[in-house]
């Protein structure tokens, strides 16, 4: 059982020019002469995994990051122009809304369509018939054309016969996202005592909830390279930070204010335990203790300022020192030292930054600001940016 | 050949003759009836207009004499022009579902020649009924040679329809090439009308045995084996097996080309 099930080795795609008719000639002209043929998009590049029987694995990325070309060529739709696919096992794929279905014919012929299409003969199907109806549960609707179904519809039947096909690997992209709260329910219930079972799920999904939910590793695809391979967790924190992280930057790039070189000004912002220029990684729960020194030109102490931000820079929590009336330690004429702990750091992983201010000794004016970058990690389910104590009476 | 893969077929072979033949509760007629107008178009022009003997046959007359090479002609002929089409026709599923795509194109030659050979017993039986004599013995021996023409049929789509992926144009070369065999095979006209050099020629055309057999089992109960009946079937596997050969190679990059 150590065999792999799906072994992906330096995959790349591309997509030849076959637009204009002596395009398509040249192509074909190559694939005759037995070469690939050249131009186009490089749409993978190099792409290489393993997943393990038993295990399930997600696809993250952004649009266009080239998550649905590795599904079709893990399903054999297309081939790789380089590289190698080996897929061991009964796979069916979830791909897109029924696919397969011809709207001309009634559901229960496509049904029919279908399972053969999924490998099961019609022996197996007259069997198997009445479970598929009842899963999709679409009543007298089987009979009448697939045109007339709702979306929804659709997506039920195209399940039920998938799983009614009894496959070792499902393979699905973002179809599930498709039908009514309760037929999700249904799908994901599914699911997860087809992996208890001991299957395989290769997922594509935008759904991070669903994919730290549902997969133990994931891969991160952009612009069809591998961005990432790992854990779940792992990759899905790193592609949320990403993703925040340019969210941040745009917006920054949008309110860019000056500041900076007030005559109050932070001497030095360390964060204990953390090396200058490092980012701060910590696991949720334990401590974070942060030190800011800052200059004051005329002697007065200073307002310090610590807070905590998302990566996109949405505020978390601030506070200053003249809040708290604390007095800072006065380290020579100029330098006053200002030391904070936040206790058991309820931060829910993520990527976050720690910003130190300096203010006027009124605590009006901000006039200096430092920052550091910090990833909380962990491999909390929970929802949002804090834990929140909490008694479940 | 599992049984998946042949579920698959069975399948596209009732889906075809559905929406090919039997969309409407006339399309059964049609497929009896269109023949059967074109039958009597040939019939008019070569009888009435040229005045066209067939000496070989002058006891059968020339309508049962074309009507017995007609329908299989006309299988093999729409099977190979319709099955050229199945997977250009076929893009958006052969984009989403992996599956041995050659049993679109034979699917819907096997479709064809199904429902055709229905319509050839049906215009047999009026034959017999207007008082031509059918040698019912020489129809069931012409059975497998109605296959054989299915997988010399088979052969030609597969290779068209590949073809096709590729080089559109081929949807508008195959109907006039399809016309030129027509005519360039004895099925209007008997082969002893020819000139001695394009009769030669003609027996180069694998069709021509196929048409020639069908009349001499079915018309004329006779059935004298020759070098010919060997090669053609023989010829006709070959050819298959080239059609699928090619098929296969480019299956492959189907979807990059649709």
């Known amino acids: ?393 | 050949m599992g049984p998946v893969y042949n579920s698959i077929f069975w399948q596209l072979v009732s889906r075809s003759i559905r929406t090919e033949y039997l969309e409407n509760l006339t399309g059964f007629a049609w497929l009896i009836l269109q023949p059967l107008l074109l039958l009597a178009v040939y019939a008019f022009v070569f009888t009435s207009i040229f005045q066209a003997r067939i000496p070989a046959a002058e006891h059968i007359g020339f309508v049962p004499y074309l009507a017995v090479a007609f329908w299989p002609w006309t299988a093999f002929s729409e099977a190979i022009l319709k099955g050229s089409n199945t997977i250009v026709a076929n893009a958006s599923l052969i984009g989403k579902v992996a599956f041995a795509t050659e049993l679109l194109p034979l699917s819907m030659v096997t479709a064809t020649f199904m429902m055709h050979v229905a319509g050839y017993l049906a215009v047999l039986l009026v034959l017999q009924f207007t008082g031509t004599d059918i040698h019912w013995l020489g129809v069931l021996v012409a059975t497998p040679l109605l296959f054989l023409l299915c997988v010399l049929a088979g052969a030609f789509t597969l290779f068209f329809s590949a073809l096709q992926v590729f080089v559109r144009d081929v949807a508008q070369i195959l109907p006039p090439m399809m016309t030129f065999w027509f005519f360039t095979t004895p099925i209007v006209y008997s082969t002893s009308v020819l000139p001695g050099k394009m009769a030669e020629w003609l027996q180069w055309n694998p069709i021509t045995w196929f048409v020639g057999r069908f009349r001499e089992l079915i018309l004329f109960g006779s059935y004298q084996p020759s070098l010919p009946d060997l090669l053609a079937p023989l010829g006709s596997l070959v050819l298959f097996w080239l059609g699928l050969k090619f098929f296969r190679r480019f299956s492959g990059h189907f979807e990059d080309f649709l």
């Open chain 1, 1 to 393: 059982m150590t065999q792999p099930l799906i072994r992906v080795e330096s995959v790349s795609k591309f997509y030849p020019r076959v637009h204009k008719p002596w395009e398509r000639m040249r192509a074909f002209a190559a694939l005759v002469a037995g070469r690939e043929p050249q131009g186009g998009a490089e749409v993978l590049h190099d792409v290489s995994l393993e997943v393990r029987a038993g295990e399930s694995f997600g696809i993250i990325g952004e649009n266009g990051a080239g998550k649905s070309t590795l599904l079709k060529i893990l399903t054999g739709v297309i081939s790789p122009s380089r590289g190698s696919v080996w897929v061991n096992a009964r796979v069916a794929a979830l791909l897109e809304l029924g696919a397969g279905f011809q709207p001309e014919f009634s559901g229960i012929d496509n049904v029919r369509m279908k399972a053969a299409l999924l490998g099961m003969t019609a022996k197996q199907l007259d069997q198997r018939l009445d479970e598929i109806l009842a899963f999709a549960d679409i009543g007298e609707y089987v009979y009448e054309p697939v045109k007339h179904y709702s979306s929804g519809m659709v997506v039920r039947l195209g399940f039920a016969v998938v799983a009614a096909s009894d496959p070792e690997l499902l393979i699905t992209d973002e179809v599930l996202a498709v039908g009514d709260e309760s037929f999700q329910k249904k799908c994901i219930k599914w699911i997860e005592s087809f992996l208890q079972r001991g299957n395989t799920l290769l997922m594509v999904s935008h759904s991070m909830y669903m994919v730290q939910k549902l997969c133990h590793r994931a891969l991160w695809l952009q612009n069809g390279r591998t961005q990432q391979l790992g854990d779940v967790f792992d990759v899905t924190q790193s592609y949320l930070a990403w993703h925040e992280t340019r969210n941040a930057q745009e917006k920054r790039g949008r309110d860019e204010q000056g500041g900076g070189a007030g005559i109050y000004r932070i001497d030095s912002f360390a964060v204990a335990g953390f090396a200058n220029g490092e980012d701060v990684q910590l696991r949720n729960g334990q401590d974070l203790q942060v030190d800011l020194v800052l200059h004051s030109p005329d002697g007065r102490p200073p307002v310090g300022l610590i807070g905590i931000v998302r990566a996109d820079g949405t505020p978390i929590y601030g506070v200053a020192s003249d809040f708290d009336r604390i007095r800072p330690e006065q380290l020579d004429q100029n330098r006053f030292r200002y030391r904070i702990r936040f206790t058991a750091l309820a931060l829910l992983p993520g990527s976050y930054s720690v910003r130190g201010h300096a203010m006027d000794p009124e605590g009006l004016r901000l006039s200096d600001t430092a920052e550091w970058r910090m990833r909380v990690v962990g491999e909390s389910r929970e929802l949002g940016l804090v834990r929140l104590p909490h008694d479940w009476l």
